[in-house]
């Protein structure tokens, strides 16, 4: 199933909707990357419309603390799903910016690094939002035509979740594609 950009989705009590416009201007902030994993940091991107621009200041920030983030999802033959997002409490109706990484952490893969890439197999309170995982832990070969990395890498150069959630409580978020399953973001609407 396809969110509509501009759609409201209604599952089971659950409403959220991906809303229609950028929340934060183009990011200006220091790229220093000398503590990032693996190569340097090569920058986040977002959407607008059929646009690639650069992404918000904070997405970007956010991206940047990946390594000394610590809820990191468990590795799993060598492989890493994490989503992280700014904050745990959000008012009713705000937008929540998701941000994914996949890490591999074995040799002899390849990381397919730009994007910003589709993101299939987020899940909010166990319903799939858009589209499931084609049958590959890495579901972008096959369709990708750019710069490709070999592992021990991190790709996180996918599309940036946009949810606004209508019903008031704690929500589960979690990314699975292929039996790989990243860590839980539990976000509280309020």
């Known amino acids: 199933m396809t969110i509509p950009l501009l759609g409201i989705l209604l599952i089971g009590g659950l409403a959220c909707h991906q809303p229609s416009a950028p929340t934060s201007s183009p990011m200006n902030i220091s790229r220093d990357s000398s503590h990032f994993p693996y ?3 090569r920058g ?3 959407r607008q419309g059929d646009e690639i621009i650069d992404a918000a200041a904070e997405d970007t920030k956010l991206a940047m603390s990946y390594p000394d983030f610590q809820g990191k999802g468990p590795v799993k033959d060598g492989t ?3 989503i992280m997002v700014q ?3 959000f008012a009713k109706g705000e937008t929540i910016h998701i941000l994914h990484f996949v890490e591999i952490t074995r040799p002899g893969a390849e990381l397919y690094i730009m994007g910003p890439k589709q993101v299939y197999g ?3 309170d166990d319903h799939l939002m858009g589209e499931q995982a084609p049958d590959s832990q890495y579901p972008w070969v096959g369709i990708y035509d750019g710069a490709v990395l070999p592992s021990p890498e991190l790709d996180y150069n996918f599309e940036i979740g946009k949810y606004a959630m209508d019903v008031i409580g704690e929500h589960n978020i979690q990314w ?4 790989f399953v990243s860590n839980t973001v539990v976000v509280t609407i309020k």
């Open 39 to 41: 190569s340097p940091f």
């Open 44 to 46: 986040l991107y977002d």
């Open 80 to 82: 890493r799903l994490t």
């Open 87 to 89: 904050n745990r409490v």
């Open 122 to 124: 987020l899940y909010i």
């Open 176 to 179: 699975r594609i292929d039996g």
